[in-house]
């Protein structure tokens, strides 16, 4: 019987995109105070939600840079695995903080919306179009970062509840401005909590799914465990297992029984070589193990996992 790990140092994608966490941490801090002040002189609830937003924004881009640059160090003997999977903890304090977020903005709107006060929709108007601005610049720099990493990609799908939510303040200011309807206001704010709810819950479910070790959306386990049985020597498979340790990240074991004529011939070498031809040239895995097992002594073992 032979045991073999494919294990080499592994690097994750999002430690790429650290100055780019940066530059939008910098834009978002920026717009979040101008709209602290331009909420408080104007008056507008969209304006001070919007700028909530932007405040857990900062907070969930602050704990992205964190969680990758602890992403990256080493692994110990206690941690096997390293720290990767700080990135998923940081995007799912990131979900929560978001859906708190929204049961706010949609207790203060609900409570406006029988009595909504003036406002002063010009400073609105202003402070909502710089905020879409930098929100766009924002989604442009995170865009790519977002397809590879799930810590990126909840500081992009921030970004985006951030940009909607500029476009709802400048058409509550612009429909305030032109009507004198002041309950344009906590309706756009129920407009950005609308817009926020589903992000917020789409990244907790692939937050979830990382932490429960659920196999990857892109690997079929019939599919991989058809292709372990097409390899010339293998008799059977169990013990299937691919999940992920953080984005980018899927790691494979399996137990595979092989023809005792073939252990006898060259070790198992020649399976293992095809293998790992085989994982590398249909799925992305980036750690496999293989146990290899002569078929009398798979016979003797109990399975608990096909």
């Not at 709107?109 to 909502?128: I, Q």
């Amino acid at each position: 019987m032979a045991r073999v790990g494919h294990d080499h140092a592994h690097g994750t994608r999002s430690a790429a995109q650290r100055p780019r966490l940066a530059l939008v941490l910098a834009l978002t801090v920026t717009v979040l105070l101008v709209e602290v002040v331009a909420a408080w002189f104007s008056g507008s609830l969209a304006l001070l939600a919007d700028a909530g937003h932007m405040l857990s924004d900062t907070f969930g881009l602050a704990m992205a840079l964190v969680a990758v640059t602890v992403a990256q160090r080493p692994s110990t003997d206690r941690r096997s695995f390293g720290y990767h999977r700080t990135e998923i903890l940081a995007a799912g304090l990131n979900g929560l903080v978001l859906l708190g977020l929204c049961a706010w903005i949609v207790y203060q709107a609900v409570d406006r919306l029988g009595d909504a006060p003036h406002l002063d929709s010009p400073v609105m108007l202003a402070a909502g179009a710089l905020g879409l601005v930098a929100n766009v610049v924002g989604l442009l720099v995170l865009r790519a970062g977002a397809k590879e990493s799930l810590n990126v990609k909840g500081a992009y799908l921030e970004v985006v509840g951030d940009t909607l939510g500029s476009v709802a303040v400048i058409v509550a200011a612009g429909v305030i401005w032109a009507t004198g309807w002041y309950a344009a206001d906590p309706v756009a704010s129920l407009l950005i909590a609308a817009l926020i709810l589903p992000r917020a819950i789409s990244l907790l479910r692939e937050v979830v799914d990382v932490l429960l070790e659920s196999t990857p959306s892109h690997v079929d386990l019939d599919d991989l465990r058809r292709h372990v049985l097409e390899v010339e020597g293998v008799v059977d498979v169990h013990d299937l297992h691919v999940w992920t340790i953080t984005s980018g990240m899927p790691v494979m074991s399996a137990h595979v029984v092989v023809d005792d004529a073939v252990l006898a011939s060259d070790g198992g070498h020649g399976v293992l070589d095809s293998l790992r031809g085989c994982l590398a040239d249909h799925f992305d895995v980036a750690h496999s193990t293989f146990q290899l097992e002569p078929a009398e002594h798979a016979r003797t073992e109990r399975h608990t996992h096909h």
